[in-house]
């Protein structure tokens, strides 16, 4: 079993920047997709960034270019830096992880909130 506590949500002003951390804890082998994902009020959960086992990454169109997702495997924690926040970045962001072969974790949720 693992367990993932997100943290770093918040209220920020449009332009600004927050980093959201996922500290993974528990049985953490075999996991070979990490990632986040947002759920906006009345929307769908949507793909935010992911990092697979070879270390690519791939990231919403809507956030490219200013979202970084990265890991620190000493720490087994995984990082969403996110600059240039919008209104519409407005949502709780979940972490998630996928471990061989197809066993899904998610973690609790963080608000973030843009807004002047």
């Known amino acids: 079993q693992v367990q993932l506590v997100e943290s770093g949500g918040g209220l920020v002003q449009p332009g600004g920047s927050l980093r959201l951390s996922c500290a993974a804890s528990g049985n953490i082998f075999n996991t070979y997709r990490w990632a986040w994902y947002r759920q906006a009020p009345g929307k769908q959960r949507e793909l935010v960034a992911a990092i697979i086992s070879t270390s690519s990454t791939n990231y919403a169109d809507s956030v490219k270019g200013r979202f970084t997702i990265s890991r620190d495997n000493a720490r087994n924690t995984l990082f969403l830096q996110m600059n240039s926040l919008k209104p519409e970045d407005t949502a709780v962001y979940y972490c998630?992880?996928?471990?061989?072969?197809?066993?899904?974790?998610w973690g609790q949720g963080t608000q973030v909130t843009v807004s002047s």
């Open positions: 998630y992880q996928k471990a061989w072969p197809a066993t899904e974790y």
